[in-house]
Structure formats: structure tokens, C-alpha cells
């Protein structure tokens, strides 16, 4: 009895892993949390067909391409790329700003040196870590450790309509005029007179 459940349970699971043979949609994340508030923040997101590849827009269920068509689906949320699913500020973490304090005036939002106390520039004199407000919490996902699909395609809309310079167009052409060998600098041996003449 008991093994005839479980047998039935991991046909169960192996048909829900396939799905209904469509393929993921595919997510790329790249770039890092800003530190500080000086960081920019280069985080992006990316979606791709999982066929050909070429970038595509979240929920697309067939991809347009004519010689792909691969069917796909989409998840409802992903792990968040910046707190790697934590939920915790990475700034906080990286600066080790324990308390959510920012860790330039060590939460106090001035700088005190030689009697003068200007103004954190971190903080702008808040006293908190500038990602996060002193929350602690991931500002990507805000502190759930997940990205919804809602979040995922706005974020890489932009991307996925090919509105974007992605990478700079490589040049195909080589350096026409490589020279093959030995650098051919013309001696200078006549550029400047040379100092003959004595007074
Ligand atoms: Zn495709
Ligand atoms: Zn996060
Ligand atoms: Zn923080
Ligand atoms: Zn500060």
C-alpha cells in the first residue's frame, strides 16, 4: 500500500518538473548593490528566449522568432540576484553597518574632526545606511529575498524591446594598417640640427 503511494507521488512531481514540456523563460541578473551613496546602481535585468536566445519581453508565450517559436513559461517570482534570496540591505552587510547605521559617521550623521562637524556625506545627516534608510532591508526586493515576474518585466522592459545600446557594435575590420613587423619610426637623424655650432 504504502509503496504504491509513493510511487504515485514521484510520477506526480516528475510530470509537474517537466511542465507541459515548455521551457523557461530565462532571467539574467547582473550587477551589484550599490554600497554607498556614491555607488551607482548597474543592477539589470535581462530576459531571453530560451530557444534562440534572442532577448524577449516577460509572459511572452510563443517567441516571435519564425525559425524558433519555442513555447515558454514564465515563474511567478525568482530569487533575489541582490541579497542572493537574504532580504538583507547588502550595503549593511558589506559595510558591516550592524544596526542600519551608516557606517561612515558610524550613525552619529556628522563628521567630527578638528573641532568641526560638517555634514555626513554619506547619510546626507540622516545617520542611516543611504540604500536601505536603516530598514536593513534588500531595496531590489524589499526584504522578501524574491523578485516578482511583475517587478522582473518592468525592470527589463527596456531590455527586452531592444531599447537599449547593449554592447558597443564591434568593429569587424581590424586594424587596417597593422603593421607586420618592427616598428618603422622614421630615425630621426635629421629632425633637429645637431648642436655643431660653438659660439
Ligand atoms: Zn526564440
Ligand atoms: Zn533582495
Ligand atoms: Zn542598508
Ligand atoms: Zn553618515
Avoid: H
Amino acid at each position: 500500500m504504502k509503496l504504491k503511494q509513493v510511487t504515485f507521488l514521484a510520477s506526480v512531481l516528475a510530470l509537474a518538473a517537466c511542465g507541459v514540456g515548455k521551457q523557461e523563460g530565462e532571467v539574467r541578473f547582473s550587477g551589484f548593490a550599490p554600497v554607498n551613496s556614491k555607488d551607482k546602481d548597474v543592477r539589470e535585468v535581462r530576459t531571453f528566449c530560451p530557444g534562440c536566445g534572442e532577448p524577449i519581453a516577460v509572459d511572452t508565450a510563443r517567441c516571435p522568432n519564425k525559425r524558433c517559436k519555442t513555447e515558454m513559461s514564465w515563474r511567478a517570482d525568482y530569487r533575489c540576484p541582490s541579497c542572493k534570496g537574504s532580504g538583507y540591505c547588502s550595503a549593511c552587510s558589506e559595510m558591516e553597518q550592524a544596526k542600519g547605521d551608516c557606517y561612515n559617521c558610524k550613525g552619529q550623521g556628522v563628521l567630527i574632526f578638528q573641532g568641526q562637524s560638517p555634514e555626513c556625506p554619506n547619510c546626507k545627516g540622516t545617520k542611516k545606511c543611504p540604500i536601505c534608510k536603516g530598514s536593513m532591508k534588500c531595496d531590489f526586493c524589499d526584504g522578501t529575498g524574491k523578485v516578482a515576474k511583475d517587478i522582473v518585466k518592468a525592470k527589463s522592459a527596456k531590455f527586452a524591446s531592444g531599447d537599449v545600446n547593449e554592447l558597443p557594435p564591434s568593429d569587424p575590420r581590424l586594424p587596417a594598417e597593422k603593421k607586420d613587423d618592427a616598428p618603422k619610426e622614421e630615425p630621426k637623424k635629421d629632425a633637429a640640427p645637431p648642436e655643431t655650432k660653438k659660439e
